[in-house]
Structures are given as C-alpha cells and as structure tokens.
C-alpha cells in the first residue's frame, strides 16, 4: 500500500501566485481531509470531503483558498492569491468509513513557502 | 461540541525515564480515542487507538487507557528512548467523519 501521497513535498512562491497542492488518498477510503499546520495555530482542519463531496469547509480562512475532489482517487487545495502568512506545512489525509477506529491516515505534508 | 486538551508542553526527560502525557476529552457520545506521533518532517502516524471504556491501547512500549469516568486516555511509556522524540497528538473521532486533535506535545528525549 502506498499510503496517501502528496505532491510536492516543497513549493516556494511569491506572494500573489497561485500555488495548487495535490492528494491522492488510499485506493478505497471515502474521506478526504485536508490541514495546515504552523507553529502559531497548530494543526488545523481546513475542509473534508466524503465520497468526493465537501461536507465542511468552515476551517477554509477565506476566499482564496479552495479545494476540489474531482474523483476518488485525487484532490487539490488551491491558493489564489497566495500572501506570505500562508506559509505552513498542509497535510492530506484520509479515511474509511465502516470500521470500527475511523484512523485517519496522513501523508508527508507539502511545506509552502510564500516569499 | 468534541474537544480535547492535551498536557501542554514541551516535555524534556532523559533516556530511560517514565512519560506521561495526560489527555482528558469532551464528547456527546462515545467516541474512539486515538494517540497519533509525529517524528520531525513527518506527516502523523496512529500509535495507538482505543474504542470503548478500559480498552488499553497499545504499540512500541507505549500505552493508553479508556477511562471513560474521568473522560481521560493518558499516554504512558515506562522507559523512554531518544528515538521517542517527537510530537504527539491525542484525537477522538465519534464517528465515520473527521476526528478533534488535541494542540499537540513536543517531547524531547536527551541521551
């Protein structure tokens, strides 16, 4: 099993570009999480999708970020424009439903540098 | 609504001694209870999970309880390793949805 895979694990930018983070969660999980985590607010839930479908988005800071599940398999965590206090480590993690610990189980994180 | 609060940190102890990080929670139902670690420039991994009062969690010589009348799922290790170094993370989930977090302790093992 290939755990959830992230890309890319770094990305540097300037502030105004729009920086796209990618997920692909374990084949056959139904949730889709996605977190940012800094020093300052720790980590923090930012919306989760089931089935392809965002369930809660309230965690989302404002309108420039957005995020889509196009199929099972892929998602994206989009900032447009990005702006210098976006700067964390945003992690993807997934789930399955059904079972008895609903684990999440994380990836190795995308660390966003805004310059 | 779900919320967990975690000792707060960090925690510095040197090798063979005892942890204890102390987790007490709030939910409306009965929740599963998870600790998760985080080694340096790592996503969070499950160290241990538990589903119902005095369940014992257990893996790597470390260990949770299920206390459900204190509300509480206290990590313990009788002999720390400088390999434990890392941060760890108490989270419930009640139900197939997303899970609380805890903010997280930084322990830190010295040789």
């Known amino acids: 099993d290939a755990g959830v895979i992230q890309s890319p694990r770094h990305e540097v930018t300037e502030m105004g570009q729009e920086v796209t983070l990618r997920c692909k969660p374990i084949s056959g999980h139904d949730y889709l999480f996605w977190y940012r985590q800094t020093m300052m607010r720790g980590l923090e839930l930012l919306i989760y999708?089931?089935?392809?479908?965002?369930?809660?988005d309230s965690g989302m800071p404002e309108d420039r970020f957005s995020a889509k599940m196009p199929n099972a398999s892929f998602s994206t965590l989009k900032i447009q424009p990005s702006e210098p206090r976006d700067s964390a480590v945003y992690f993807c993690?997934?789930?399955?439903?059904?079972?008895?610990?609903?684990?999440?189980?994380f990836g190795p994180g995308t660390r966003l540098t805004v310059l | 609504g779900d919320s967990v609060t975690q000792m707060e940190g960090p925690v510095t102890l040197s090798e063979e001694a005892f942890l204890t990080i102390n987790c007490t929670y709030t939910?409306?139902?009965?929740?599963?209870l998870f600790w998760y670690v985080q080694y340096p420039g790592e996503g969070l991994q499950l160290l241990l999970k538990?589903?119902?009062?005095?369940d014992k969690g257990s893996n790597k010589g470390f260990e949770a309880t299920y206390r459900k009348e204190t509300t509480s799922f206290h990590l313990e290790k009788g002999s720390v390793q400088v390999s434990d170094s890392a941060v760890y993370f108490c989270a419930l989930s009640e139900d197939a949805g997303k899970s609380t977090f805890g903010d997280g302790t930084t322990l830190t093992v010295k040789p």
């Open positions: 939910a409306t139902g009965y929740p599963s």
């Open positions: 538990a589903t119902k009062a005095d």
């Open positions: 993690a997934s789930s399955l439903s059904g079972t008895t610990y609903n684990e999440q189980f």
């Open positions: 999708f089931n089935n392809n479908v965002p369930i809660d």
